[in-house]
């Protein structure tokens, strides 16, 4: 368990370092001015933007995955032993699913800032 938890952070980091190289050459021309330096600095803040939002979206999801799994576990052998159970114990699962959108949310408000 552990290291597939290590592999998809691994995962999440290159994610995040492939948008932040993407947004980083665009963000800097072929050709650069004085004025234009101050832009290849804003598209250094715009490459820690997108791993900034990778690591939110990835670690989110990796945390839901994970409780997901647990709680899961959980209530199926809690409905197991008594039916009337599973009203109560699904949306727990529901809660813990809703790690996952938040993280895209703060990574959505990170984007758009």
């Known amino acids: 368990m552990r290291k597939i938890f290590v ?3 691994m995962i999440g980091f290159c994610g995040g370092a492939f948008f932040a190289q993407e947004a980083a050459t665009e963000a800097v021309p ?9 832009a290849s600095e804003n598209g250094a ?5 997108y791993l900034a939002a990778g690591l939110a979206v990835g670690l989110a999801c990796i945390a839901g995955g994970m409780a997901v799994a647990r709680i899961g576990a959980a209530a199926m052998g809690a409905m197991a032993e008594n039916a009337e159970l599973s009203g109560k114990a699904l949306p727990f699962v529901g809660l813990a699913e809703g790690i996952c959108l938040w ?4 990574a959505l408000f990170i984007i758009l800032n």
């Open 30 to 38: 072929a050709e650069e001015t004085v004025a234009e330096v101050s």
């Open 45 to 49: 803040a715009s490459a820690l933007k």
């Open 7 to 9: 592999l998809l952070i």
């Open 103 to 106: 993280g895209f949310l703060v």
